[in-house]
């Protein structure tokens, strides 16, 4: 019994063809360049760790603790980029399965939820940097108020980015937006 190969030959018109769409232009920001310098701060603090315990056999006591802060700063000015971007996890399904009402409101109340937590972030960020002043750190002498203000200043983008994204939605009427990460652009 023999098999017979019955596939056709490939013509090149029925080939699925797919066009690259063109790079969006990169315009940087001051929330980017922020993120950017502290994230290769951290990559440089974290090397040197790394270099002085494993080539030198003489860990830097500071380069452990900087590094620490410098992730939790990159952390919080990561997150207003999302916010700038409108990245950030959403379920949207509820929201496309309802009539256009329910679910223009539905935005409006997930936007004066997320308005509201940033507003509560922002507001326990700065008691904690106000509390802090007094506390140093533990290698270096230096108040931690600058670890703790780094993450107010981080808050406060995040706060800017929404209430910009409150008001573009607003303007919108909540209607659905096809590309939400150009909503600033």
């Known amino acids: 019994m023999t098999h017979e190969q019955q596939d056709e030959p490939l013509n090149t018109a029925t080939m699925l063809h797919v066009e690259d769409e063109p790079d969006p232009p990169i315009v940087f920001r001051v929330d980017d360049v922020l993120a950017f310098c502290l994230f290769w701060l951290l990559g440089g603090v974290t090397f040197l760790q790394f270099f002085s315990r494993y080539v030198l056999n003489d860990s830097i006591a500071w380069t452990e603790e900087i590094g620490r802060y410098l992730l939790i700063w990159v952390t919080f000015f990561g997150a207003a980029i999302v916010f700038r971007r409108r990245t950030n996890i959403a379920v949207e399904l509820i929201v496309d399965m ?3 009402t329910q679910a223009k409101l539905l935005r409006f109340v997930a936007d004066l939820i997320t308005l509201g937590f940033v507003v509560l972030l922002v507001w326990f960020a700065w008691n904690l ?38 008001i573009a939605n607003a303007k919108r009427g909540w209607d659905p937006v096809s590309d939400p990460s150009q909503m600033f652009d």
Do not use: E, H, K, N
């Not at 230096?142 to 929404?162: D, E, H, K, P």
């Open 129 to 166: 940097t106000q509390r802090m002043m007094i506390q140093r750190m533990t290698v270096i002498d230096v108040s931690m108020s600058v670890v703790y203000g780094g993450v107010l200043v981080g808050c406060l983008l995040m706060l800017w980015r929404a209430l910009q994204a409150f």
């Open 98 to 100: 309802l009539p256009r």
